[in-house]
Structure formats: structure tokens, C-alpha cells
């Protein structure tokens, strides 16, 4: 099998099912997006800060492959068996916040992303997360998805959220508090 097929030459690609559609359709962006997200988890992955961490992020990286096979698939020709997001992945990460949370100072207030070059990573992977949660609901808007798929990614950008401020603590790293600047 080879990887190009000249398929795509002309601006359209296929959806699970078969159906053809332009490059730039809001489906493509969703899934496209989802598949940034988790090319972002892969670099948190080679920078974890433990064991556990990089299995935390491995498990969330199958369940936005698993996401992006719905995204992917005609809603109304896809008849492909593919897996199913549950309610059980969104307590997982649930659990990971509130495990993090226990070891961490209360927020007192909010930080410049930054500090060390894996926090950074971490505040980049929230906000493609944020984005991708954003394409995905408007998505929604045009054609019903499963809304635990819209709750998985809203909580796995509070996951990323707390995890940058797990790895900077683990690090060391230098926490700057945002100071309005009011003239």
C-alpha cells in the first residue's frame, strides 16, 4: 500500500465511508485539529516527568485516535465498528486532576505560561486542546456528535492545565504571577 494516492491533488478527501469532501470542511479542521492535539501529547510523552505520566498521556493519546475516527466518519455512511469514548475516560482524567491537585499549592493566582521548556509545551498542548474543543462543538452544531466526545476534550484542557502545573512543580521551575498592569 502505497502512502500517496493523488486523491487529494484536487482539494477533496475521504471520510470513513466513503463520502468526498473539501480539505477545508469544518469535519477536516475538527479531526485535523485533534490530531495536532495529540501529535502535542507525543512531545509531553518523550518529556514526562514520571512512569505514570507518560501511561496517562499514552491512554489519552488512543482516546483522541478514538476521537478521531468518529470525526472522521460520515455520520451517515460510515459503518465502520469503531470504539467508543465512555463516561469512565472523563472520570480517568477526572482522577489524574484530583491526584495532581492534592500535591500542588492552592492557585492564588494566575501564571505567565512558562518557566521551563516542558511547562511551555504543556500551556501550547491546552491551547490546541481549547481550540480543538472549540471546532469540535461548532462542529456539533452542524451535525449531532457525541457529546461525550465535547466533554472528554473540555476536560482533558483542565488535565493539560493542572499537568503544566504538576511539571512545574516537579521541575522547580519559576512560576511568574500575572500582575495587571492598570495605568
Same mark, same amino acid.
Not at 80 to 105: A, F, G, N, S, V
Given at each position: ?68 475516527? !468518529? ?106 504571577? !500575572? ?5
Amino acid at each position: 500500500m502505497k502512502v500517496y494516492t493523488r486523491k487529494g491533488d484536487e482539494g477533496k478527501t475521504g471520510l470513513i465511508g466513503g463520502t468526498r469532501v473539501p480539505k477545508f470542511a469544518l469535519r477536516i479542521d475538527a479531526y485535523g485539529t485533534v490530531d495536532e492535539l495529540n501529535s502535542y501529547l507525543g512531545l509531553l510523552r518523550d518529556k514526562a516527568v514520571d512512569e505514570s505520566a507518560k501511561l496517562m498521556i499514552i491512554t489519552i493519546q488512543d482516546r483522541l485516535f478514538t476521537i478521531g475516527s !468518529w470525526l472522521a466518519s460520515d455520520p451517515e455512511k460510515g459503518k465502520m465498528q469503531l470504539p467508543e469514548i465512555l463516561k469512565e475516560d472523563i472520570t480517568l482524567l477526572e482522577e489524574e486532576i484530583d491526584k495532581m491537585d492534592e500535591e500542588l499549592e492552592p492557585m492564588r493566582f494566575f501564571v505567565l505560561p512558562g518557566g521551563h521548556e516542558t511547562v511551555s509545551f504543556c500551556h501550547i498542548t491546552r491551547c490546541v486542546c481549547r481550540r480543538a474543543e472549540r471546532l469540535v462543538t461548532e462542529l456539533n452544531e452542524e451535525s449531532k456528535l457525541n457529546p461525550l466526545i465535547m466533554a472528554y476534550l473540555n476536560r482533558l484542557s483542565d488535565y493539560l492545565f493542572v499537568y503544566g502545573r504538576f511539571v512545574s512543580a516537579k521541575l522547580g521551575a519559576e512560576e511568574i504571577p !500575572w500582575k495587571p498592569k492598570m495605568n
